[in-house]
């Protein structure tokens, strides 16, 4: 008999997005759409497990609006004959007894979902599927592990299942990941009776072969960042017994645009006349825009530049509009003897912030160093610190 999964990961449910200013009920809106689409192909379906490896929610503390309508997609989905397994993420793992607990737990205390909480042990549960006996284990993110650790090298991998699959939220050699300085399965630690490993943290669909176990990313199914702009989002179905996976199929869902363009800014040049000529160009009040500035600014292109004057603009014309800046800033009078070049505060935060990151060694400070960096910025630019 053939056994099918829907596979999804990364839904990042409830995200700041202060950003986006008035707009930013609208940005969440768009998380929880893409959910949606994943959780009424499950309903369609009817596939035998539903497996999400990590990141459902974007931090440990959703609004209770957010929380209420996944318990209620996850009880139709439970009750329309599909298992749920799930594992907490890096966004929704406590890192102390401090945080409290995963808001994973409750929809595992309902008893709509299967929950592997732990991050130093595997969690195991077998269940019998079309007269297969499917074992399916999962280990949540542990944000205390080294990056140079293998995740798989320290823990018993359960696999005495017809078919055996493993959730877990890394980067695994072989793939690109998305966060390079968290720490990476090897493929030597991967084990040879697993059928499936489903992986999360991985942004970006992906998938390999090795010996007969199928690993796969399905990504995310938003764009969380302007890295992932060009990338297709979506989550999968496979089909698989105990030869192996049968079929792993992408289905795409509808996301909000985004788009880059890079400026190179010649001497002199009307800044705002060059950026409101584009916006006009493109106008879509569904567009995530962000220009990027290279160049330089001079004295009299800095006289005219009204960085606020082309934000309101972006936000009347599109849904959102970024503007960051490497642009070289040159002061043609002659500097006294010593004296230090001043930059502005969006160069001078991004720097300084910048290079804490790369000194920090332990990975959750890091990440908390990378919000404030993006979440300085943010602020920086809404203050109009050019």
Same mark, same amino acid.
């Not at 990364?10 to 959780?39: C, I, N, W």
């Not at 959703?62 to 966004?91: D, Y």
């Not at 001497?267 to 006349?273: C, L, R, S, T």
């Not at 004295?299 to 934000?311: D, T």
């Given at each position: 008999?053939?056994?099918?999964?829907? +596979?999804?990961?990364?839904?990042?449910?409830?995200?700041?997005?202060?950003?986006?200013?008035?707009?930013?009920?609208?940005? @969440?809106?768009?998380?929880?759409?893409?959910?949606?689409?994943?959780?009424? #192909?499950?309903?369609? @379906?009817?596939?035998?497990?539903?497996? +999400?490896?990590?990141?459902?929610?974007?931090?440990?503390?959703?609004?209770?609006?957010?929380?209420?309508?996944?318990?209620?997609?996850?009880?139709?989905?439970?009750?329309?004959?599909?298992?749920? /397994?799930?594992?907490?993420?890096?966004?929704?793992?406590?890192?102390?007894?401090?945080?409290?607990?995963?808001?994973?737990?409750?929809?595992?205390?309902?008893?709509?979902?299967? /929950?592997?909480?732990?991050?130093?042990?595997?969690?195991?549960?077998?269940?019998?599927?079309?007269?297969?006996?499917?074992?399916?284990?999962?280990?949540?993110?542990?944000?205390?592990?080294?990056?140079?650790?293998?995740?798989?090298?320290?823990?018993?991998?359960?696999?005495?299942?017809?078919?055996?699959?493993?959730?877990?939220?890394?980067?695994?050699?072989?793939?690109?990941?998305?966060?390079?300085?968290?720490?990476?399965?090897?493929?030597?630690?991967?084990?040879?009776?697993?059928? #499936?490993?489903?992986?999360?943290?991985? +942004?970006?669909?992906?998938?390999? $072969?090795?010996?007969?176990?199928?690993?796969?990313?399905?990504?995310?199914?938003?764009?969380?960042?302007?890295?992932?702009?060009?990338?297709?989002?979506?989550?999968?179905?496979?089909?698989?017994?105990?030869?192996?996976?049968?079929?792993?199929? /992408?289905?795409?869902?509808?996301?909000?645009?985004?788009? %880059?363009?890079?400026?190179?800014?010649?001497?002199?040049?009307?800044?705002?006349?060059?950026?409101?000529?584009?916006?006009?160009?493109?106008?879509?009040?569904?567009?995530?825009?962000?220009? +990027?500035? @290279?160049?330089?600014? %001079?004295?009299?292109?800095?006289?005219?530049?009204?960085?606020?004057?082309?934000?309101?603009?972006?936000?009347?014309?599109?849904?959102?509009?970024?503007?960051?800046?490497?642009?070289? #800033?040159?002061?043609?009078?002659? $500097?006294?003897?010593?004296?230090? $070049?001043?930059?502005?505060?969006?160069?001078?935060?991004?720097?300084?912030?910048?290079?804490?990151?790369?000194?920090?060694?332990?990975?959750?400070?890091?990440?908390?160093?990378?919000?404030?960096?993006?979440?300085?910025?943010?602020?920086?630019?809404?203050?109009?610190?050019?």
């Amino acid at each position: 008999m053939v056994l099918t999964i829907l +596979h999804t990961s990364d839904s990042h449910l409830d995200v700041p997005a202060v950003m986006f200013g008035s707009r930013r009920y609208e940005r @969440k809106k768009d998380f929880l759409q893409t959910f949606d689409t994943m959780v009424e #192909y499950a309903l369609e @379906k009817r596939p035998d497990l539903l497996l +999400h490896s990590g990141d459902l929610f974007d931090g440990l503390n959703p609004r209770n609006p957010v929380r209420a309508q996944v318990m209620t997609a996850f009880r139709k989905v439970n009750e329309n004959g599909t298992r749920i /397994f799930v594992i907490s993420g890096n966004h929704d793992v406590p890192r102390g007894v401090g945080q409290g607990v995963s808001p994973l737990l409750e929809y595992a205390r309902a008893g709509f979902v299967t /929950f592997f909480s732990d991050w130093d042990a595997i969690g195991s549960e077998s269940v019998d599927v079309k007269g297969l006996n499917v074992e399916v284990s999962g280990i949540s993110f542990d944000p205390t592990m080294d990056a140079r650790t293998d995740p798989l090298s320290q823990v018993s991998i359960p696999g005495k299942g017809d078919v055996n699959i493993l959730l877990i939220h890394q980067n695994i050699e072989g793939l690109r990941g998305t966060f390079p300085t968290t720490p990476t399965i090897r493929l030597a630690s991967v084990a040879k009776n697993l059928t #499936y490993l489903a992986i999360g943290h991985i +942004h970006e669909h992906q998938r390999q $072969q090795v010996g007969n176990t199928m690993i796969c990313a399905p990504g995310s199914t938003e764009h969380v960042s302007f890295t992932e702009e060009k990338q297709q989002k979506g989550f999968v179905w496979l089909e698989l017994d105990t030869d192996g996976v049968h079929q792993l199929k /992408f289905i795409p869902v509808k996301t909000r645009p985004m788009q %880059t363009l890079d400026f190179t800014i010649p001497a002199d040049a009307d800044i705002n006349e060059l950026l409101v000529k584009e916006i006009n160009r493109l106008r879509n009040p569904q567009l995530i825009l962000r220009f +990027h500035l @290279k160049g330089v600014m %001079t004295i009299r292109s800095a006289e005219r530049y009204r960085r606020s004057e082309v934000l309101r603009n972006g936000f009347a014309k599109c849904f959102s509009t970024e503007i960051v800046d490497d642009l070289e #800033y040159i002061n043609p009078a002659p $500097q006294a003897s010593g004296e230090a $070049q001043l930059k502005p505060p969006l160069a001078e935060y991004r720097e300084l912030l910048s290079a804490r990151i790369q000194q920090e060694k332990d990975p959750a400070k890091r990440a908390l160093l990378q919000k404030a960096l993006e979440r300085g910025l943010a602020l920086l630019e809404e203050e109009g610190g050019w």
